[in-house]
């Protein structure tokens, strides 16, 4: 059951807290020495130990595999697509402000600006490492700590 619950790589949150709780009634209580347990059962995913307790290396391990293989991967497929289509789902709403008017200008110039924009971010996603992952958690982390939040 553990692995069931916890070994899904598409899980909503809440889903997983839900299963948690169920988790929580069937082994008792998910202490350190608990989940360190349970962890070894869950299967490797693609060359990655599954877990559910991750350290600052694991995730930055993590971040870097779906930067490197899978966004990487995708972005090339949507790059050789003949439909330019395929390139809109990278574009974010404030990425498109530099990009010519779809309504004003041609159709081809908005395409071209998207594939160049793919591009570019591809060029991004290569300079993705561990160690580049790692360094913006800690940065995040420093971030968070230093941000006083007032009590409700």
């Known amino acids: 059951m553990f692995c069931e619950l916890i070994g899904r790589r598409k899980y909503e ?10 988790l929580e009634m069937i082994v008792g209580k998910l202490d350190e020495s608990k989940v360190a ?10 060359g990655l130990k599954l877990s ?5 290396d694991d995730v930055a391990q993590h971040i870097a595999k779906f930067y490197l293989v899978d966004l990487k991967v995708a972005l090339m497929t949507n ?6 289509k395929s390139l809109y789902k990278y574009i974010f709403p404030e990425d498109e ?20 924009f793919v591009e570019k971010l591809l060029l991004w996603i ?6 580049s992952a790692y360094e913006d958690i800690e940065k995040v982390i420093a971030e968070h700590e230093a941000t006083p939040f007032p009590l409700i």
Do not use: G, H, W
């Open 13 to 22: 949150p809440q889903s997983m807290l839900e299963s948690m709780s169920v």
């Open 37 to 46: 347990e349970l962890t070894m059962f869950l299967p490797a995913n693609r």
């Open 52 to 56: 559910i307790v991750f350290n600052k």
């Open 79 to 84: 790059l050789e697509d003949e439909n330019p």
């Open 97 to 116: 402000k530099q990009f010519p008017n779809r309504k004003l200008s041609r159709v081809e110039a908005y395409d071209e600006a998207s594939r160049a």
């Open 126 to 131: 290569n300079q993705v490492s561990p160690v």
